[in-house]
């Protein structure tokens, strides 16, 4: 649970462990697209472990998913007999077809428009302003392979102070959190991604190293997000919502059929009383904090939509 307490114009957030201050609120941006690129941050945030303690700068301590360890394989080369239920399919962008970033998850692209969208469930104590609707796409046609996500969330109060990449506490903004590793089985392992993006376009992405998520790794992500206007970020005139989609390297090689760990989140930033506060999720797994424990099986799957 996190709670936000206002004591005299003083925000203190009472959260699992220790948190740094939240950087100033980004000015109203009138729903143009906002791209502040900036260095990294310090690594330390709300994970599922501690990420690694870094210096700043982005750092190239992963190659995008370059390394990782296999997939499932299978001699046949895919496993697309297997037709065994899922919690979701994350259907295969068609060959030859290209995903266009900076366009909304729904008519503007059509290949995300006839994907499925995810099961999501609401999170206890989440306001009912916060109605994503998310799809996961994944493309078999680059080395090493190519997931894209994408959700459309309706938010009245659209708030992200978070301007720098790689920053800590990404999660305290209206974001998007997405996790996946190589198989099916719920324990962390060095293929495990962790990736947040928020509603000003600034990202982080980390990978498990055996301990520690290490914030120096580098997915090449490429992010957008953009208000569905009208709208204005980080006031008080009610918006409509915002629309973030990512590509990002997968860590580890995929067979097409091949089944995995996945859990994706929404969370929602409020003003509450006069302090910035998370006051709720909405996720695949249910959980307020995403993990592969919780989470449910994704299949890359062999059909596109």
């Not at 909304?104 to 999501?120: I, R, W, Y």
């Amino acid at each position: 649970m996190r709670l936000s307490l206002w004591f005299g114009g003083l925000v203190v957030l009472t959260l699992p462990r220790c948190l740094e201050s939240l950087p100033e609120a980004v000015p109203a941006d009138a729903g143009v697209d906002v791209n502040l690129g900036g260095t990294a941050g310090d690594a330390a945030g709300f994970d599922v472990a501690p990420d690694t303690t870094t210096e700043a700068g982005a750092g190239t301590g992963g190659s995008g998913g370059s390394g990782g360890s296999s997939g499932a394989g299978g001699d046949a080369g895919d496993l697309c007999g297997d037709t065994s239920p899922v919690g979701y399919e994350i259907f295969r962008v068609p060959t030859g077809v290209s995903i266009t970033p900076n366009a909304f998850c729904g008519v503007s692209d059509p290949t995300f428009n006839t994907a499925p969208a995810l099961p999501l469930k609401l999170k206890a104590g989440a306001f009912s302003d916060n109605n994503p609707t998310c799809k996961l796409l994944w493309s078999p046609d680059q080395d090493p392979p190519v997931l894209w996500a994408c959700c459309d969330v309706d938010d009245k109060d659209v708030r992200a102070a978070i301007t720098v990449d790689d920053a800590a506490n990404i999660w305290l903004d209206d974001s998007v959190e997405f996790l996946v590793k190589e198989n099916d089985t719920p324990a962390l392992s060095t293929s495990t991604l962790k990736l947040f993006v928020n509603a000003n376009q600034i990202y982080r992405d980390t990978r498990y190293d055996g301990s520690l998520f290490d914030a120096n790794y580098d997915a090449n992500v490429v992010p957008f997000a953009k208000l569905i206007l009208p709208g204005t970020r980080n006031d008080t005139i009610p918006d409509k919502g915002y629309s973030i989609k990512f590509r990002v390297n997968l860590p580890f090689s995929v067979v097409p059929g091949q089944k995995s760990r996945c859990d994706l989140a929404v969370h929602d930033a409020d003003l509450i009383d006069g302090g910035l506060s998370v006051t709720g999720h909405v996720a695949f797994s249910g959980k307020s904090t995403p993990d592969l424990s919780g989470a449910g099986v994704c299949r890359f799957s062999c059909k596109s939509p």
